[in-house]
């Protein structure tokens, strides 16, 4: 460990001798041992790619450091094998739980005391089976930028973090005090679906705690003295905190994002930054406008730098002081080339879910050289959540998914759906808990069909849909939930199997159920539908593209659905993208050309059979993006 100073020094100067350090641990062993891989840190030159970074939060003082050690002994290993390695295939091992796994991380606290010859001394965290903690800290206003270790979250003596059940249904929010043996849990959330947790802030005093949470079906803001006894609620009402910004302790004031408040929104999932006082009183719009603002605060909290566009607008950025008085419009993009090459902005719209009651966002990319006399074929660009929905409401470039897709001769849509994302109500974000597979299908179709009676340039009888991640396992469950109205479908790196998938994922967003048996031991069972279950539903045209080295979604996923496709004696087409993991990187033009290929030839009728792709002879002008 070094201390901020030397750290600093030695990401100014790696060569400076005056840099000290104390080796603080030598018992570390294989899949038991503090750090990190090297390559999250960016300052190779301070070690020899032999040392490991240590996430911790330094006490103010910095006399204290404070660390945790996970012993992923007991997890599972599994494997991805690089067939184009020189000069021979590798196999590349490493540790993923499943969902249901028993051999979970198991997650050490150690306090170290510098002052006191780097001595440490373990906390005890433990109150759930498989439980997960995360630290709180706070930005150190003074070395913003130089140093990846934060300040804990407290005064000198105490420090917070919160720690949460294998099932995510049971929070706590702990304290501990320098010389006590164990945390205290001083504020408890408990709810019958997973929940969802956001850093804590503090009053500069120490004496109060800012704390986030769903517990009355919406995302608000409460305050708590240092012990975790509610004092009052900061914010209520039917709408979407996101996250804390910062905190005026002089003034008792908190800065906060938020969406789903301003009626002349044209969709809820605009965010803008707001200001409230502690007491919940004097609650104030900082960055209005029917925008998504990106916003940015400086350290005085005196000014904000707000980015703020819509999909169909141009981006502009402004400067407000922090009483939401606009001081001046700093720059607005310009997209006159854009134009002037053909760009057109892709277009908002709104539909019901298949309930008839709850209302959808979702945007539509046409082609640049659209003919509302022209009937087209209709593409679904999907993501399921539950985290984020594939939809982006502020301006982005184009996308080789939607707009660019659409340049092709399709009408491409992508929107919303019920269990699709957190920065809604509680019950819309649960909507799919306790089915990880079926639940935003209905909404989709319904979506569209809605879209084809409004719009006649769009053909209900041709509809394709394609996704990537999620969206490649959405895509896939679409075409055999609905195999009559989805007729083609592009499945990108797709989870098909959450069975076999992360066990974060698929425990939070489906559900796990924690078992007692009479001994007390516990264990956790799950059981997700899967995809390959369906496979003798398939009627359309399906292509699954796969990185054969994915270490997130394992590439088995795809296989399992493809096992069983051919036992249902069906026909389907496959890439696999050899040397590549989750994102395909440099293969974006070659899978782009791919997809246009496959829903040119099963939507339009029109098949490329030359062997050559001529349009990548046009150059990668997109490589990169993904």
């Keep these: 460990v070094m201390s901020y100073e030397d750290y600093e020094k030695a990401v100014k100067n790696p060569e400076d001798k005056t840099i000290s350090e104390i080796a603080l641990t030598t018992d570390g062993e294989k899949d038991f041992g503090f750090g990190m891989p090297r390559t999250f ?22 006399r204290y450091f404070v660390a945790t050690l996970s012993d992923q002994r007991e997890v599972q290993d599994l494997w991805v094998i690089n067939s184009i390695a020189k000069p021979r295939p590798t196999l590349e091992t490493y540790k993923y739980q499943m969902p249901g796994e028993a051999g979970s991380p198991i997650v050490h606290l150690y306090l170290f005391d510098l002052e006191n010859a780097g001595k440490r001394k373990e906390i005890r965290v433990d109150c759930f089976k498989d439980q997960t903690i995360n630290l709180a800290s706070r930005p150190d206003k003074e070395r913003r930028g130089l140093t990846r270790n934060s300040i804990w979250l407290g005064d000198n003596q105490t420090f917070y973090l919160t720690r949460v059940s294998r099932d995510m249904k049971r929070v706590d929010i702990c304290s501990y005090t320098i010389g006590e043996d164990s945390v205290k849990a001083i504020i408890e959330e408990r709810l019958n679906t997973s929940m969802e947790t956001r850093p804590l802030a503090m009053t500069d005093n120490g004496k109060e705690l800012i704390h986030w949470s769903e517990r009355d079906g919406w995302a608000h803001l409460y305050l708590y003295d240092a012990q975790g006894n509610l004092k009052n609620r900061i914010t209520k009402g039917p709408w979407h905190v996101d996250a804390i910004v910062d905190v005026d302790s002089k003034n008792r004031v908190v800065y906060f994002k938020a969406n789903a408040r301003e009626k002349g929104d044209t969709t809820p999932y605009y965010e803008h930054l707001y200001r409230v006082n502690l007491d919940g009183s004097g609650l104030k719009l900082i960055t209005p406008g029917d925008y998504f603002h990106l916003v940015s605060m400086d350290k005085s909290m005196r000014y904000i730098v707000d980015n703020y566009s819509r999909v169909n607008t141009i981006p502009a950025t402004a400067l407000y002081d922090n009483q939401g008085n606009r001081l001046m419009t ?43 006399t022209k009937v087209y074929p209709v593409i679904n660009y999907v993501y399921p959540g539950p985290q984020q929905e594939g939809t982006f409401f502020r301006y982005i470039p184009m996308n080789p998914r939607t707009d660019r ?27 799919g808990y306790g089915n990880l597979r079926d639940y935003p299908m209905a909404d989709h179709k319904v979506a569209i069909e809605q879209l084809c009676a409004r719009y006649k340039f769009m053909d209900i009888n041709r509809v394709g849909i394609h996704g990537h991640s999620g969206g490649g396992f959405m895509s896939t469950a679409a075409m055999l939930l609905y195999p009559d109205f989805f007729k083609v479908a592009v499945s990108c790196a797709g989870n098909h199997d959450n069975n076999i998938y992360n066990r ?78 989750h994102h395909f990187d440099d293969y974006n033009e070659y899978y782009y050309w791919r997809m246009v290929d496959y829903f040119s030839e099963y939507l339009r009728g029109e098949r490329e059979t030359g062997a050559d792709i001529k349009d990548l002879k046009l150059g990668n002008w997109f490589q990169g993006y993904q």
């Design 41 to 62: 840190l960016n300052t190779d030159t301070l070690c020899d790619h032999k040392r490991k970074y240590v996430m911790g939060n330094w006490s103010p003082d910095g």
């Design 330 to 372: 700093l720059e607005e993009s310009d997209f006159s080339q854009l134009f002037m090459a053909g760009y057109k902005f892709p277009e908002p719209f709104s539909v019901k879910a298949a309930d008839g009651v709850t209302d959808l966002y979702g945007v539509m990319y046409k082609p640049f050289d659209f003919d509302s």
């Design 405 to 431: 897709l659409a340049q092709a001769g399709f009408v491409v849509v992508c929107m919303g759906h019920r269990g699709g994302h957190p920065s809604r109500s509680k019950w819309y974000h649960n909507y």
């Design 504 to 581: 974060w994922w698929g425990e939070k967003h489906h559900g796990v159920k924690e078992i007692t048996d009479d001994m007390g031991n516990i264990s956790f069972d799950i059981r997700i539908p899967t995809n390959q279950e369906l496979a003798r539903n398939l009627k359309g045209h399906l292509l699954l593209i796969h990185g054969d080295i994915d270490n997130n979604v394992h590439p088995a996923n795809t296989i399992v659905v493809v096992d069983e496709l051919i036992k249902a004696g069906k026909r389907f087409d496959m890439l696999i993208v050899p040397g590549k993991r």
